[in-house]
């Protein structure tokens, strides 16, 4: 299949079930933490996407690299929310082991 679209991109559809995974967890969270680890998490997550787009819309290589580079750095700081949110009780450990696996596959697919 040609890639025509950042859509098209296995990297970008991988990462756009993530982030829709991570909004329905953080919906359990407690209300107190809305503008909190809430906010950081889908912000964090939904960056993965909105880099990964930014960047197949570039047209040099150093730019494209530059976003995808982002992307990266935006699911090591969903990894590190997640683990915040295991240890504050508000994810059990299946359910971040199962998160952590679905990050970690899409940073393989960013990494081309």
Do not use: C
Request: glycine share 6%; no cysteine; proline share 1%.
């Amino acid at each position: 299949m040609q890639v025509k679209n950042f859509w098209d991109l296995d990297a970008w559809k991988y990462g756009h079930d993530f982030v829709l995974e991570i909004y329905q967890v953080t919906k359990l969270f407690p209300d107190d933490e809305r503008f909190g680890i809430t906010s950081q998490l889908r912000r964090a997550s939904s960056s993965i996407t909105a880099n990964i787009a930014e960047g197949f819309e570039r047209y040099h290589f150093k730019d494209k690299t530059k976003f995808y580079y982002q992307a990266r750095g935006s699911i090591a700081e969903v990894q590190n929310f997640l683990m915040l949110a295991k240890d504050l009780g508000y994810i059990d450990i299946e359910k971040t082991r199962e998160l952590f696996a679905q990050s970690q596959i899409v940073a393989k697919l960013v990494n081309g």
